[in-house]
């Protein structure tokens, strides 16, 4: 299994601009989730959906921040418009249901994300 | 709020030797627990995780110990290696909420 893909690997762009980060899970996994981390705050969750559908965006930190997941192997995080305090690795990471309800997750590389 | 809390950003052990990390938490809800470990431009792998119905789980030279009256959870790598250098995050859920609440984080440096 190829793992968790997240493309780009590094977006650097300007204030002002839309950024799409983009995932594709673990074939299989039913939740997906969007992390954000930084210095001050560290891994912080954003959103994360099962079965496609969005279950908590409470951590999505304002309006300008969106995120999809439009079928089972596919989901975007857009920023629009983008600001300097939005620079940060974003993580995708997914998950199956275990009968036990325990389970871990599965992180993809990350995409660096730069807004000057 | 931080509800997962690592105090030590760093920890330096000599190869060979036992490393300890430490983690507490705030929150009594939480009933399952996991260390995940990163290196530089990676993404968090999974390492080991226990319930709260035990309070100890083993994986080869790794080990979690969990006191949940002192609401306090530690790994020990022993013994320890070199590419066990990275940055290791503690985690916690409870059942019924898929969020995972992450510390902030401890660098482990293996010296040779």
């Known amino acids: 299994d190829a793992g968790v893909i997240q493309s780009p690997r590094h977006e650097v762009t300007e204030m002002g601009q839309e950024v799409t980060l983009r995932c594709k899970p673990i074939?299989?996994?039913?939740?997906l989730f969007w992390y954000r981390q930084t210095m001050m705050r560290g891994l912080e969750l954003l959103i994360y959906f099962n079965n496609n559908v969005p279950i908590d965006d409470s951590g999505m930190p304002e309006d300008r921040f969106s995120a999809k997941m439009p079928n089972a192997s596919f989901s975007t995080l857009k920023i629009q418009p983008s600001e300097p305090r939005d620079s940060a690795v974003y993580f995708c990471?997914?998950?199956?249901?275990?009968?036990?309800?325990?389970?871990?997750?599965?992180f993809g590389p990350g995409t660096r994300l730069t807004v000057t | 709020d931080q509800q997962v809390k690592q105090n030590s950003p760093s920890l330096s052990v000599q190869e060979g030797r036992i490393s300890i990390l430490n983690c507490d938490y705030t929150?009594?809800?939480?009933?399952?627990f996991l260390w995940y470990k990163k290196y530089p431009a990676e993404g968090p792998t999974f390492l080991i995780s226990i319930s709260s119905i035990k309070d100890k789980n083993e994986d080869g030279r790794f080990t979690v110990f969990l006191n949940k009256s002192a609401k306090h959870l530690s790994l020990h790598i022993v013994p320890s290696q070199p590419g066990d250098s990275a940055v290791y995050f503690c985690?916690?859920?409870?059942?019924?909420?898929?969020?995972?609440?992450f510390g902030t984080g401890t660098r482990l440096t293996i010296i040779p």
């Open positions: 929150n009594s809800m939480f009933d399952y």
């Open positions: 074939s299989g996994h039913d939740y």
């Open positions: 985690a916690a859920r409870y059942f019924g909420n898929e969020k995972l609440t």
């Open positions: 990471a997914s998950s199956f249901t275990t009968s036990g309800g325990y389970y871990e997750q599965y």
